[in-house]
């Protein structure tokens, strides 16, 4: 029962009891308030995350190399959502509509006796346009090629929503600028809406705006799927440099969007950790940024950071406690360089997978899971292989304590 239906009820039962002097009316009258008012706390409670004190390692599972289903290649899976009603993950693959079109896939992840069994793939669902066609490839159209990342299931409207990426080509031979994008669509793929971009997040042809292939990799609701939550990977150019070995003063943005509008109705800086390693070969590429975020409660998110080095075929994943409420809003603020007034939220490190003793690929998405034998929540995440036999479509079963 809702508050206001609740306390609608309340009023009318008043208005009965003080027709008549009846003392059973009025023992009645208390217990129903005690009812309800026990009703709408528990109804409150029921729509909060699990609290996470510490993750426990149980299983790992990886998907043969270019497994093929429903006529597609399974691969480059870079977003996971649970949707505990009907059992079955949804799993988007950020192939730029190279191999097949852009997609994501249904598929049921077995757990028994708190280990991943399998993973049988059941759907797949191709991504459309405002045309209601597939999306191009970069051969046939690279201005309109979508770069999926991220993908969210919303119960409340039965939709989805997904990120891409863009693009951002500047060089002497040709410019490309495709501005990143979050997008509604409905269960069969089709278009429904955009959500309005900041202005900070235009792609431009000068140092400003996103950088290529760093922009929209994280999406999370909150509570009751009222906002959405969208992290960008790596600092824009006018918010400092990309993160370093042994340093790291550019500032990343979580931008909060109001589902009702789209709109962006506040951002808030997040301060990345400095490369894990340094790259075999000195001024080789090296990365670290946030590939998924998952709401908790409370105005707090479990971030996933993802480190790479050129030379090291594993990754770095560390996953941090994150708290917004300490953070300013910052949607106003074009540039972050010589801002030091600018609050920042505060992070806590809850588990770095190094000291887990085993090779952990390219991690990008993460989801809850569902309950465990012993009543427990679980925690699953998914690696991208990037379509590369060197890498793994790589799953990761967790215990949350």
Not at 215 to 234: A, Q
Not at 281 to 307: C, H, M, Y
Request: proline letters at 5%.
């Amino acid at each position: 029962m809702q508050f206001q239906t609740a306390m609608k009820f309340v009023a009318n039962f008043v208005q009965i009891c003080n027709s008549t002097v009846n003392m059973k009316r009025i023992g009645v009258f208390s217990l129903v308030i005690v009812i309800i008012f026990s009703s709408c706390s528990t109804v409150r409670h029921e729509k909060k995350n699990p609290g996470i004190s510490h993750l426990k390692f149980l299983s790992q599972y990886a998907v043969p190399f270019n497994k093929e289903y429903d006529n597609t290649i399974i691969g480059g899976l870079s977003g996971i959502d649970f949707n505990p009603q009907k059992n079955e993950y949804y799993l988007i693959s950020d192939d730029r509509s190279d191999k097949n079109p852009a997609r994501f896939y249904t598929a049921r992840v077995l757990v028994s006796e708190n280990k991943i069994d399998s993973v049988v793939f059941t759907g797949t669902t191709f991504l459309k346009n405002r045309m209601g066609n597939f999306y191009p490839n970069s051969r046939q159209d690279p201005a309109h090629t979508p770069d999926p990342e991220a993908l969210r299931y919303d119960p409340k409207n039965n939709t989805f929503i997904w990120s891409s990426e863009g693009e951002r080509i500047v060089n002497s031979e040709k410019i490309i600028l495709e501005n990143p994008a979050v997008t509604e669509i409905n269960t069969r793929g089709n278009y429904i809406d955009t959500f309005q971009l900041p202005r900070q997040l235009h792609m431009q042809s000068t140092e400003n705006g996103p950088r290529q292939n760093g922009v929209f990799e994280g999406l999370t609701f909150d509570d009751n799927y009222k906002n959405l939550f969208v992290s960008v990977e790596e600092p824009l150019y006018q918010d400092g440099p990309r993160a370093g070995t042994g340093d790291s003063t550019g500032i990343i943005r979580i931008i909060k969007f109001d589902m009702k509008t789209k709109k962006p109705i506040a951002q808030y800086a997040y301060q990345i950790d400095p490369v894990a390693y340094p790259p075999i070969t000195p001024s080789a590429f090296e990365l670290n940024g946030i590939s998924d975020i998952l709401w908790l409660g409370k105005n707090k998110l479990l971030v996933l950071e993802r480190s790479y080095s050129t030379g090291r075929l594993a990754c770095t994943i560390k996953l941090f406690l994150t708290d917004l409420s300490t953070a300013g809003n910052i949607n106003d603020i074009f540039s972050l360089k010589n801002k030091p007034e600018v609050k920042i939220a505060s992070k806590k490190l809850l588990l770095n997978m190094d000291s887990l003793g085993i090779y952990i690929d390219n991690i990008e998405g993460v989801t809850f899971g569902p309950k465990l034998s012993n009543g427990k929540r679980s925690l699953i995440f998914i690696a991208d292989n990037n379509f590369n036999p060197l890498e793994r479509t790589q799953f990761l079963l967790f215990e949350i304590e």
